[in-house]
């Protein structure tokens, strides 16, 4: 399921209807929300609580075990939608789960329905046997075979007019313009928490603390206070939260900061240089990719401002903000 994850981490502080099991939400709109700033799919689990047997089997089976929770903690968001006889419910949950069994056209429980951000139907499941494995297996194959026959759109040129590429070269294994940016969560932020990221364009640098990295705080400084308002900036170390701190007392950092102290996402990416940038607007799409510093290719504040005027623009027509 590794296309099916979108920008990067962003949790977003949306007050839920009622409470929900750990790690669920009950709200479509929260769950809608999360999928749009972390590219994630909902999966949406129609269940009878009180009085479904299959729904039991199914929780026992797969959804209650770790392996479908470490599993889905990293790649779909969760959405519980119950539909119980014998207990009450307050009324605007009552209300959320009757209009979305009738938009979805839910015939019997459980259902699962793996969802577009945009409310797509990608996937339908309910109870078999098997366990955790074979379940996430059947779910992923119909999921992926639907992002094949509804791919990621390339870059829009016409978009993004000021941001023309003249190299092929992007100093990574991925060359992911015009695609997803792959889920990740950093092991620590040495910032204040994790940033609100939702409908906004996020800039991502993989950085150390060499000389080189140095020579872009002062840009990305510039950068997270000129278009704060539509723009997040995080850097993002495999070194030592030591080795940070104190590359931050000399050169520093206004912009927020968090540690991949393995390399996972270097080594995801397949970076061969660093610093390394990516520019990713709010619906998950990489915009840029590359070395900042590149003489053929640079980062220019052109190029940024372009991008972040073109993201506010789509967002202001969608409706996303």
Avoid at 189 to 210: H, Q
Avoid at 211 to 217: F, M
Avoid at 222 to 235: E, I, M, P, R, T
Wanted: aromatic share 10%; glycine share 6%.
């Amino acid at each position: 399921m590794r296309r099916l994850i979108g920008s990067f981490i962003a949790l977003v502080s949306l007050a839920t209807v009622a409470s929900a099991q750990a790690g669920w939400t009950n709200s479509y709109n929260e769950a809608m929300s999360m999928a749009r700033s972390t590219g994630k799919p909902v999966f949406a689990y129609f269940t009878g609580s009180d009085w479904c047997s299959w729904c039991h089997k199914l929780d026992q089976e797969v959804l209650n075990t770790p392996a479908f929770r470490e599993w889905a903690s990293e790649y779909v968001v969760l959405l519980e939608l119950d539909y119980p006889k014998y207990h009450s419910q307050i009324a605007e949950l009552k209300q959320q789960n009757s209009t979305l069994s009738g938009k979805y056209k839910i015939s019997g429980y459980p259902t699962v329905l793996a969802l577009s951000a945009k409310g797509e139907v990608m996937g339908s499941q309910g109870y078999q046997s098997g366990g955790p494995a074979k379940w996430i297996r059947d779910m992923s194959t119909k999921v992926e075979a639907w992002m094949a026959a509804h791919p990621v759109k390339p870059i829009n040129t016409a978009a993004y007019p000021e941001v023309p590429y003249k190299s092929k070269e992007v100093f990574a294994g991925k060359d992911l313009r015009g695609k997803f940016w792959p889920y990740f969560e950093p092991d620590r932020w040495l910032t204040d928490g994790v940033p609100d990221m939702a409908n906004k364009t996020v800039l991502v640098e993989l950085f150390d603390t060499t000389k080189k990295s140095s020579e872009w705080v002062g840009k990305l400084n510039d950068w997270a206070a000129k278009y704060s308002k539509d723009l997040v900036v995080v850097g993002i170390s495999s070194d030592t939260a030591a080795q940070v701190k104190a590359f931050a007392n000399k050169n520093p950092i206004q912009f927020n900061v968090a540690l991949d102290r393995k390399g996972a996402l270097i080594k995801k990416l397949g970076l061969n240089s660093i610093p390394n940038v990516f520019l990713i607007s709010s619906d998950g799409i990489v915009r840029w990719q590359g070395d900042p510093g590149h003489d053929i290719d640079p980062l220019t504040e052109d190029k940024v401002r372009a991008i972040v005027a073109a993201d506010k623009t789509a967002r202001v027509e969608s409706g996303a903000s």
